[in-house]
């Protein structure tokens, strides 16, 4: 019943475009439309009447096939008020107005305007909030991770050097006063000192040997 609506509704807007094709004929699209009327509900017999009418406009050699179904009892006596108007007005529409004033009633129909959804235009106004949402960085959080990191550096503490590992060196910041006594007795090794440090009335360099001297070979 859907197919017939809209079928009729295109045939009534633009029936002339096919009627040159002798398959599509004026006189054969009423009739393929008027054969389905007795099956519809009241609600599509609506719209074929109106298209009856609109084919009078389109192609007034069939006029008269047209006005013989509108003046028809079906219609005028039937129990429908809706039908028996329809039927009714139509039926003097077609006997009174002029080819121009049936023209001009029976113009095609305007363009429909093109609305969008107001569903779709709500998913779309969300969607779009989500992705700004998404692309703004939430400073708070982003500070406090900052902070988090810089405190874990601090904390860290310092990895060994690993290539000190088997020396003998001893890396130590030298004070003037008693250096030979932060040593125990005996020690012997090497000590690393800033550059011009006085160490006992003078000035050691940056590797200066501590302890006492190895034992001299015998000749």
Same mark, same amino acid.
Request: net charge negative.
């Given at each position: ?119 779709? =235009? ?49 890396? =130590? ?47």
């Amino acid at each position: 019943e859907n197919m017939v609506k809209v079928g009729a509704y295109i045939l009534g807007e633009f029936g002339n475009l096919i009627a040159g094709d002798e398959r599509s004929g004026p006189i054969v699209q009423f009739k393929l439309l008027h054969s389905m009327f007795h099956l519809c509900s009241n609600t599509t017999k609506y719209i074929l009447l109106s298209t009856y009418i609109k084919l009078i406009n389109l192609f007034p050699e069939i006029k008269l096939d047209i006005e013989e179904v509108l003046k028809h009892d079906n219609q005028l006596r039937n129990s429908d008020a809706e039908i028996q108007q329809r039927a009714m007005e139509y039926t003097k529409l077609s006997e009174i107005a002029t080819s121009d004033l049936l023209a001009t009633v029976l113009e095609e129909m305007p363009q429909f305007t093109e609305r969008e959804s107001s569903l779709l =235009a709500k998913l779309k106004k969300k969607s779009n909030t989500l992705v700004k949402e998404k692309e703004i960085p939430d400073t708070d959080n982003s500070s406090t991770q900052i902070v988090a990191k810089e405190t874990e550096v601090v904390a860290k503490p310092p990895e060994p050097n690993l290539l000190d590992l088997n020396t003998s060196t001893v890396v =130590a910041e030298i004070e003037p006063a008693g250096f030979l006594d932060s040593f125990p007795t005996g020690f012997t090794g090497t000590v690393e000192t800033p550059d011009d440090s006085p160490v006992l009335g003078g000035t050691l360099n940056n590797h200066s040997e501590v302890g006492p001297s190895p034992p001299q070979p015998s000749a």
